[in-house]
């Protein structure tokens, strides 16, 4: 089996609101958390395949988690696109700076809080799933 590679960031490093936004450091502290976090889903991948392949009985019933993690894996990617755009840390609805805490809790926020809100009210208004 293939080792994933140690992904590490800076030790004494953590982004803050009094530093310019998405900063070089900054996108390069999201950049290494997002790449962490891809690695340890691939790794629970592997797990997952060989578990399956071991008890190979046809169904499994992890549709829903190989689901899970795939749309999420697809959302890193889309996060770390964006760092390559120089987009990450803006909010997709309004332009708006998302906020190094938010991100710091959920790197990845595609929304500001406002506009976060206001999906999640127009959801309920009109009864959608995601």
């Not at 891809?38 to 019933?61: F, R």
């Amino acid at each position: 089996m293939e080792k994933l590679p140690k992904i590490k960031s800076p030790e004494d490093y953590t982004p803050s609101e009094d530093e310019e936004y998405m900063s070089v450091k900054q996108l390069e502290y999201f950049s290494l958390k997002l790449q962490s976090i891809l690695a340890e889903l691939e790794k629970q991948e592997l797990e997952d395949n060989s578990i399956d392949t071991y008890y190979s009985d046809g169904d499994s019933g992890n549709e829903e988690l190989i689901k899970r993690r795939k749309d999420r894996k697809e959302k890193i990617k889309e996060a770390l696109e964006k760092i390559k755009l120089g987009t990450y840390g803006y909010c997709d609805g309004t332009g708006e700076e998302i906020g190094v805490e938010r991100l710091k809790a959920n790197p990845l926020a595609i929304y500001c809080i406002e506009e976060q809100e206001r999906v999640e009210k127009e959801k309920n208004v009109y009864n959608i799933n995601d």
